[in-house]
Structures are given as structure tokens and as C-alpha cells.
């Protein structure tokens, strides 16, 4: 259940900051996203160092719900 929040409140929120501006052509600046969005996944990064997924070596609920957030973002 953390995991959950703390993506809403963390990933969610920092890749909002970097995809609106180019789908709704804002021309606002990104850069404020890019640097919330590198400082607010360490613990993600520190997780999947540990284990193939975010809790353990299984697929759950929080790997599916971060996955397309952080996919939104490759070119």
C-alpha cells in the first residue's frame, strides 16, 4: 500500500510536470520535472537493485500501476 501512495504522490506528480507541457503544447518549461522526477526515485532505484521487482521477486500491483507512468516517458 505505500508503494501505491508514494507513486501518486511522487511519480505521478513529476511526470505530469514533464508530459503536459508537450501533449497540450503549453510551451512551459520542463525542467522543474526532470529534476523532481530524478530526485524523488531514489527509493525505486534502491528497490530494483535489491529485487527484480519493486517488492520481492514478483510482479505486483505497484509494478503495473508505475509502469506506465515511467513508459509515458521514453521517447
Known sequence: MFLLHWHHSNTRLSTMA?????V????EDTTS???TLNNRHYMMEEKLTTSKFLIGERATIADIFILPEID???P
Open 24 to 27: 497540450f503544447c503549453t510551451g
Open 72 to 74: 509515458q516517458l521514453t
Open 33 to 35: 520535472g526532470n529534476e
Open 18 to 22: 514533464i508530459v503536459c507541457p508537450y
